[in-house]
């Protein structure tokens, strides 16, 4: 006897979501507060300002270019634009207007893209000529319910060599009913023909203070707490790019969870990989102190932590340009923190503008090798290694001047950067000279006892030409400085002697007189090194061992000697 067994199981039913059913998408931040007004176009004032001259005095171009990188609202401006010149205003008697009234029928639809009269196309996947002669066949008939029938083309520097002559024709004398609205990130690539036909408009980057005070606009409109520091960072974050900013604030909310804790600016560090600024002013301490061990250890901490290296430089280099514009006396960013601002005032208090820029250019050198390096960190570490080290390099110029001065080279001290370096270590960055450091030997002319210290002097400083054209050619009347008189009898044409002049006053720091007489002066300095070369090899010839050598090698010649200067 067998028993029937059902193969069926009763599992139950599995937990659906608890979602209301009509419960609308999520839209991202950067979707749901699209301008929909030119008042809300942030950071474009001068561009709302031309179309709402052009709009009041009915002065409208058929074609309209806007261009600027991404995220800075060609689009929006584009749809606004087209908004503007077809709103009816909410009673339906309304013109062409820069406030829209976003009640009407038209604006509503625009706002929606299902307008029938506002055409938007994207270049990228319509680049043919095919699609440009779609919208010059039907250019030529009227708007259905609009007035103005508009084309905005995206991306236009996208459409093909021959879809752009194909809509030269059209572009330049469009129906009256029609107007065409470009945007584009790369205006280069768009023709110079096309170019001349439209109205262009650059959209400027949005500044750093308007996105955060925008973004701070938008936590508030989404009931989300945000601290101001980490607004700034995304802002900063954002280069100039609205969109952007909003999609990096959508990551940051969406980062902050559940727990009510709201953005704050160390969440936005972590989550964008961003070194934290104190941090990097510990490490700049560490290099200026040239303790070697504790700047390593300290790169290492923070790739430990998640910090890209390529983060960390582009920090130091951000750091080191703020500190130069401190220096400077350029005003301070208010949105700067307080600490920051006070270590970037002691910096520049204390390290000279040779310092400075010698910093640029190792860190912006580390920058790009360890933007290409196979081993990033260990290419860091070499970076830092190397603006160590290469803070005991002498100044060359300064250096040149004070051996030509007769100065003994000696490094002048500086006040020590702050904080105080954890080791004892002496500062290798001290050995360069500060804003407030004496330079006794530096600051004075500088006058050479003789004209052959004189040429020297030139030669060393760069001055080659000038230098080889006085050894070879000025026969000297007399020198004192800031004076001396050449002969007449080598002609020194006008043009070196003008060259003379300006380069004697920029090595000696004083202004020369050099003037021309009718007289024989005396040999060129070259004419008498080949002189004393000559008596000196006279006396070795007539010497009684260099006799015997003769006479033992009747063939044998003097071709050198001990002393002997160069003939160059």
Same mark, same amino acid.
């Given at each position: 006897?067998?028993?029937?067994?059902?193969?069926?199981?009763?599992?139950?039913?599995?937990?659906?979501?608890?979602?209301?059913?009509?419960?609308?998408?999520?839209?991202?931040?950067?979707?749901? #507060?699209?301008? *929909?007004?030119?008042?809300? /176009?942030?950071?474009?004032?001068?561009?709302?300002?031309?179309?709402?001259? %052009?709009?009041?005095? $009915?002065? /409208?171009?058929?074609?309209?270019?806007?261009?600027? +990188?991404?995220?800075?609202?060609?689009?929006?401006?584009?749809?606004?634009?087209?908004?503007?010149?077809?709103? !009816?205003?909410?009673?339906?008697?309304?013109?062409?207007?820069?406030?829209?009234?976003?009640?009407?029928?038209?604006?509503?639809?625009? @706002?929606?893209?299902?307008?029938?009269?506002?055409?938007?196309? $994207? @270049?990228?996947?319509?680049?043919?000529?095919?699609?440009?002669?779609?919208?010059?066949?039907?250019?030529?008939?009227?708007?259905?319910?609009?007035?103005?029938?508009?084309?905005? !083309?995206?991306?236009?520097?996208?459409?093909?060599?021959?879809?752009?002559?194909?809509?030269?024709?059209?572009?330049?004398?469009?129906?009256?009913?029609?107007?065409?609205?470009?945007?584009? &990130?790369?205006?280069?690539?768009?023709?110079?023909?096309?170019?001349?036909?439209?109205?262009?408009?650059?959209?400027?980057?949005?500044?750093?203070?308007?996105?955060?005070?925008?973004?701070?606009?938008?936590?508030?409109?989404?009931?989300?707490?945000?601290?101001?520091?980490?607004?700034?960072?995304?802002?900063?974050?954002?280069?100039?790019?609205?969109?952007?900013?909003?999609?990096?604030?959508? *990551?940051?909310?969406?980062?902050?969870?559940?727990?009510?804790?709201? +953005?704050?600016?160390?969440?936005?560090?972590?989550?964008?990989?961003?070194?934290?600024?104190?941090?990097?002013?510990?490490?700049?301490?560490?290099?200026?102190?040239?303790?070697?061990?504790?700047?390593?250890?300290?790169?290492?901490?923070? #790739?430990?932590?998640?910090?890209?290296? /390529?983060?960390?430089?582009?920090?130091?280099?951000?750091?080191?340009?703020?500190?130069?514009?401190?220096?400077?006396?350029?005003?301070?960013?208010?949105?700067?923190?307080?600490?920051?601002?006070?270590?970037?005032?002691?910096?520049?208090?204390?390290?000279?503008?040779?310092?400075?820029?010698?910093?640029?250019?190792?860190?912006?050198?580390?920058?790009?090798?360890?933007?290409?390096?196979?081993?990033?960190?260990?290419?860091?570490?070499?970076?830092?290694?190397?603006?160590?080290?290469?803070?005991?390099?002498?100044?060359?110029?300064?250096?040149?001047?004070?051996?030509?001065?007769?100065a003994t080279p000696a490094a002048a001290p500086t006040v020590p950067p702050p904080p105080a370096p954890p080791s004892g270590e002496a500062p290798p960055w001290n050995a360069g000279?500060?804003?407030?450091?004496?330079?006794?030997?530096?600051?004075?002319?500088?006058?050479?006892?003789?004209?052959? %210290?004189?040429?020297?002097?030139?030669?060393?400083?760069?001055?080659?030409?000038?230098? %080889?054209?006085?050894?070879?050619?000025?026969?000297? +009347?007399?020198?004192?400085?800031?004076?001396?008189?050449?002969?007449?009898?080598?002609?020194?044409? =006008?043009? &070196?002697? =003008?060259?003379?002049?300006?380069?004697?006053?920029?090595?000696?720091?004083?202004?020369?007189?050099?003037?021309?007489?009718?007289?024989?002066? @005396?040999?060129?300095?070259?004419?008498?090194?080949?002189?004393?070369?000559? =008596? +000196?090899? *006279?006396?070795?010839?007539?010497?009684?061992?260099?006799? %015997?050598?003769?006479?033992?090698?009747? $063939?044998?010649?003097?071709?050198?000697?001990?002393?002997?200067?160069?003939?160059?």
């Amino acid at each position: 006897m067998t028993t029937a067994m059902s193969d069926s199981f009763d599992l139950g039913e599995p937990p659906q979501p608890t979602k209301a059913p009509d419960a609308p998408a999520y839209r991202v931040l950067a979707r749901k #507060y699209r301008p *929909q007004t030119f008042s809300e /176009l942030i950071g474009q004032d001068a561009m709302v300002q031309t179309l709402g001259n %052009a709009i009041k005095r $009915d002065r /409208l171009a058929h074609a309209f270019l806007m261009t600027g +990188v991404r995220g800075v609202g060609k689009t929006s401006t584009a749809r606004l634009i087209a908004k503007a010149l077809n709103c !009816i205003g909410p009673d339906g008697d309304g013109g062409p207007t820069i406030d829209p009234c976003g009640v009407c029928e038209p604006c509503r639809a625009i @706002a929606e893209g299902r307008h029938i009269d506002v055409i938007e196309m $994207d @270049a990228a996947s319509h680049t043919g000529v095919d699609d440009v002669r779609e919208i010059i066949d039907a250019s030529r008939y009227s708007a259905v319910t609009a007035r103005f029938k508009i084309y905005i !083309i995206d991306e236009v520097h996208m459409l093909s060599k021959n879809a752009f002559n194909a809509l030269l024709k059209t572009l330049e004398e469009p129906p009256p009913h029609v107007k065409f609205l470009f945007a584009t &990130t790369e205006v280069n690539k768009v023709p110079v023909t096309v170019l001349s036909r439209c109205q262009r408009f650059d959209l400027r980057r949005i500044s750093a203070e308007q996105l955060a005070k925008h973004f701070a606009w938008v936590s508030t409109e989404e009931g989300v707490v945000a601290d101001p520091e980490a607004l700034m960072l995304i802002a900063r974050a954002a280069e100039g790019s609205a969109r952007d900013g909003l999609s990096i604030l959508d *990551q940051a909310i969406a980062h902050a969870g559940l727990e009510g804790g709201g +953005v704050t600016a160390d969440a936005v560090r972590q989550m964008l990989g961003l070194s934290d600024r104190g941090a990097v002013r510990d490490l700049l301490t560490l290099i200026l102190a040239g303790d070697v061990a504790g700047a390593l250890a300290s790169m290492r901490r923070q #790739y430990d932590y998640g910090v890209d290296p /390529l983060s960390v430089l582009r920090s130091l280099l951000e750091t080191v340009h703020g500190i130069t514009l401190t220096k400077v006396g350029t005003p301070a960013d208010a949105a700067q923190p307080m600490e920051e601002r006070a270590a970037r005032e002691e910096w520049a208090a204390s390290l000279g503008f040779p310092a400075l820029h010698r910093l640029w250019q190792l860190f912006l050198k580390g920058h790009d090798e360890v933007a290409k390096a196979a081993l990033p960190i260990e290419a860091a570490e070499m970076a830092l290694l190397r603006a160590i080290y290469a803070s005991t390099l002498p100044d060359p110029g300064e250096l040149a001047r004070q051996i030509a001065s007769g100065a003994t080279p000696a490094a002048a001290p500086t006040v020590p950067p702050p904080p105080a370096p954890p080791s004892g270590e002496a500062p290798p960055w001290n050995a360069g000279a500060t804003a407030k450091a004496p330079e006794p030997a530096a600051t004075g002319p500088i006058l050479p006892p003789t004209f052959e %210290a004189l040429v020297d002097l030139l030669d060393e400083s760069g001055g080659l030409a000038i230098a %080889a054209r006085l050894r070879h050619g000025a026969r000297v +009347v007399s020198y004192s400085p800031p004076e001396f008189v050449l002969s007449g009898s080598r002609p020194v044409s =006008a043009d &070196t002697l =003008a060259e003379l002049n300006t380069l004697l006053k920029s090595v000696t720091r004083t202004a020369w007189k050099v003037s021309i007489v009718d007289a024989p002066g @005396a040999p060129t300095l070259r004419e008498a090194q080949d002189a004393a070369d000559a =008596a +000196v090899r *006279q006396a070795i010839l007539e010497s009684p061992i260099m006799k %015997a050598a003769v006479a033992a090698f009747p $063939d044998a010649q003097l071709e050198s000697w001990p002393g002997q200067r160069s003939n160059a």
